[in-house]
């Protein structure tokens, strides 16, 4: 086998050079007067509508429903634009329209001032006259548009607006269907609710007040600036008296698919060593109960009020019991999942039964999180039975993904299980396994198809969850755990697959020393590996990537026809890239190989944006470095070349656009080996946009996995090494023995005299 390689590439950042080209209807697009019409006539009706209603906020909140998924440099940008500022300025939602998947729009919600507004409809009055008396009532990509070599002759003089204010509004006009007041989406009757209103001038105990709304009929808790619990009576006010400031809703008190109906298997004597200086992973489940035998191995902290706990009963500590005795023993416990990893010591933190307030559970998990620095990963088991909206992120979930970006932790979270005695579908994931930078898990059975009760992604229609699959039992085969009332114990869940991921996500942060966005990076490349692409079997929306393998060993070795390797960096410019990484060439002077790369980031997100949930998107490219200097990528992403055009909607399907992992890879049908160009090198490259903003706000840290596979089977890693040492890139080969000794070294008591 060979080993891993981290190696240590010299980046170079370059800003976008690419020109802003003239305002043109895209491909196919056209805008009449009887369209402008119509857009008249719907932003009309929105004037009327905030006109004839009691004066709550002082703007007015708009839906723009576009005729696409529509990238940010094609949004309006003269319609509605108030003085002084951009339309992005001003977006506080996104949602998608109601339609099958795949064939979603955008819909944007911006809010606007009446002036605004009312400039807005004389200048689409003017747009109107102009198409009529300029463009035949109709502007369309041979008429309208302007190249290089095509300038139709059009007199934008005497209509009091700029040429480009003209071409700017047409081409706005060519993207929008209609212009709406926003509405919401009734949930199923709750006990409670978790609703977040849109951003707008007034803070949201201003907004209550003027809305009449006291804690003394309506009881409710604040949580952050946008978003409070509610009883059922509060909402059903709100909704039949203001919907159109509710962005978001959902229940705040849901239960969780807990599975703790296994057959007991025997219930022993067990003794294991004491601990050590094993490294610990964090758990925040239901509690756990110190009876077991490696309770020296946990450290347990009941995390209930003390009304909580007085009605806590025994089987409130079964389930958190059963998920950290895979984390400590589940090797002993199922020999046949035996990972090499040894074992983990545990923070247990016990915060609820089978039921949970979602606000509550996110208060804590903050509290959690702060208060214990020293660990990078969090196992979190628990996922309730409601499942998580198309159009945004859950509460939970989006305030686990603020802590993921904030600070240097990595959450696992399971994948939900299915608990109906009849289903006729497959539903959606429970919060919070939609979020977006932690790594969610499903189970599979031993034959690596999908578990029974298995829960699908995607999220927000396109963003991949669960990330993993691993084993977690099922009705006819369980994995063994220990519960705390029944002994070795039978259990099956992704409750229990969960465990298993994060026991290696720690042995790669803490014993192997990797950062986490690398760590990240090799599960789920391990998971994918050759098979990703061309797999047809598996249903992607359940599994994700793949099943990582058992022994970690898998993870963190290579075939000996394999070059892999880690690369580390920071992006922090337009472009971040290397185009001298000296992939070995075979006698003919060609590159024998197929590749693939995985790379992962952890993004700041917004949940506010609603479906726009990422504020930061990288892109990745690996490949042959060209004649003319630019990457030949082997997934064939043109997205960023100069002159290139990708809509949106293939760009998030091909390419993962806004994705926090992009794995890419190229299998070729024949296996030939690849010509060089010139005698180039090989390169890789990382592209930044930001969602809100022009400029990048701030670094981010990324992390790839790279894998050359040589396609005659000849092992050419030494060769590898030494072209790198030669270039003066720092070169370390990632042994698990000698991490491990520099781990337990690290861990020693040194006492001075």
């Known amino acids: 086998m060979n080993p891993l390689l981290q190696v240590k590439l010299r980046f170079v950042n370059e800003r976008n050079t690419q020109q802003g080209s003239a305002k043109n209807l895209r491909a196919n697009a056209s805008t009449s007067d009887d369209k402008v019409y119509e857009l008249i006539e719907s932003l009309r009706a929105v004037k009327r509508f905030y006109t004839d209603s009691p004066k709550v906020i002082k703007n007015m909140l708009i839906d723009v429903n576009y005729n696409d998924i529509i990238a940010k440099s094609n949004r309006i940008q003269a319609l509605l634009k108030p003085i002084g500022k951009t339309t992005n300025d001003i977006i506080v939602g996104a949602r998608f329209s109601a339609a099958e998947a795949g064939a979603e729009n955008h819909i944007i919600t911006y809010y606007v001032d009446p002036e605004t507004v009312d400039r807005t409809i004389n200048e689409l009055e003017i747009i109107r006259k102009f198409i009529r008396d300029c463009l035949n009532g109709k502007a369309t990509t041979s008429n309208f548009n302007e190249t290089r070599t095509n300038r139709p002759e059009i007199n934008y003089e005497g209509y009091g607006l700029s040429k ?57 808790t604040f949580y952050g600036d946008d978003t409070i619990s509610a009883t059922k009576e509060l909402f059903q ?51 756990f109960n110190e009876s077991v035998y490696f309770s020296k191995w946990v450290e347990n902290n009941d995390y209930l009020n003390p009304i909580e706990m007085t009605f806590a009963q025994n089987s409130d500590r079964e389930h958190g019991t059963e998920v950290t005795s895979i984390i400590v023993d589940g090797p002993r416990l199922n020999p046949w999942l ?12 016990g915060v609820c039964d089978d039921k949970i307030s979602v606000s509550q559970l996110v208060r804590k998990i903050k509290e959690i999180v702060s208060k214990n ?53 497959t539903i959606r994931v429970g919060s919070p396994a939609d979020s977006l930078n932690s790594i969610v898990v499903n189970s599979v059975r031993r034959n690596d198809l999908p578990a ?16 993993v699959s691993y084993y977690g039992g099922d009705h006819d085969e369980r994995i063994i755990v220990y519960s705390p009332t029944r002994g070795e114990v039978g259990e099956f869940g992704t409750s229990f697959a969960a465990p298993w991921i994060s026991r290696k996500l720690c042995y790669l942060i803490d014993i192997m020393g990797l950062p986490r966005e690398l760590a990240k990076a090799l599960i789920i490349d391990s998971a994918a590996g050759w098979e990703y692409k061309k797999s047809t079997y598996k249903k992607k929306d359940l599994i994700g990537y793949g099943i990582v393998p058992i022994n970690i060993k898998k993870v963190l070795e290579t075939p000996n026809d394999e070059i892999r390797f880690l690369v580390y960096g920071v992006s922090e410019s337009y ?78 399907r091909e390419f993962r656009k806004w994705e926090n992992t992009k794995f890419i890879s190229k299998i070729f049908k024949k296996n030939r080996p690849l010509k060089s160009y010139d005698e180039r090198l090989w390169g890789l490259s990382v592209v930044s946009k930001e969602r809100l903003s022009t400029k990048m706000q701030g670094s981010l840290n990324f992390a790839a996995v790279v894998t050359l596979k040589e396609i005659k089977g000849i092992n050419r890693i030494q060769d590898f090494i030494t072209a790198c040492s030669l270039r003066g890139y720092i070169v370390n080969q990632l042994d698990i023995n000698t991490q491990v000794e520099v781990y337990n070294t690290s861990q020693e008591e040194i006492i001075f005299e």
């Open 164 to 220: 480009q204010k003209i071409r700017n509004i047409i081409v706005d006009c060519s993207v929008v269907e209609s212009f709406n007041v926003p509405g919401i989406d009734i949930p199923f009757e709750q006990e409670s609710y978790l609703i977040t209103f849109y951003k707008t001038e007034l803070p949201i105990n201003s907004l209550l007040e003027k809305l009449n709304v006291d804690s003394i009929h309506y009881r409710y």
């Open 237 to 287: 006010y709100l909704s039949e008296n203001v919907p159109y400031l509710i962005s978001m809703v959902s229940s705040d008190l849901s239960k969780l698919t807990l599975n703790d109906i296994g057959v007991e298997q025997k219930h022993p004597t067990i003794v294991i060593p004491d601990p050590g200086n094993e490294p610990t992973i964090g758990v925040i489940d239901t509690l």
């Open 338 to 349: 035996d990972d090499g990893c040894g074992r983990f010591k545990v923070r247990h933190f």
């Open 373 to 425: 620095p020293d660990i990078h990963v969090w196992n979190l088991s628990l996922g309730t039975e409601d499942e998580v909206s198309k159009n945004f992120i859950s509460f939970d979930a989006a305030v686990i993904d603020e802590l993921t970006f904030q600070r240097n932790v990595i959450f696992v979270i399971s994948g939900t299980n299915d608990n109906r005695s009849i289903r006729n579908e």
């Open 452 to 467: 029974t009760y298995s829960r699908k992604g995607n999220v927000l229609s396109f963003f991949n969850k669960p990330d």
């Open 575 to 652: 472009k971040t890239a290397n185009y001298a990484i000296p992939v070995p060439k075979d006698e003919d002077n060609n590159y024998p190989y197929i590749a693939r790369a995985t790379m992962c980031y952890f993004p700041k997100c917004s949940r506010s944006q609603g479906v726009d949930y990422p504020n930061r998107e990288l892109s990745l490219k690996f490949g042959r470095v060209k004649s003319d200097g630019r990457i030949e990528d082997i997934n064939d992403n043109i997205q960023d070349d100069i002159g290139a055009y990708v809509d949106e909607r293939a760009s998030r």
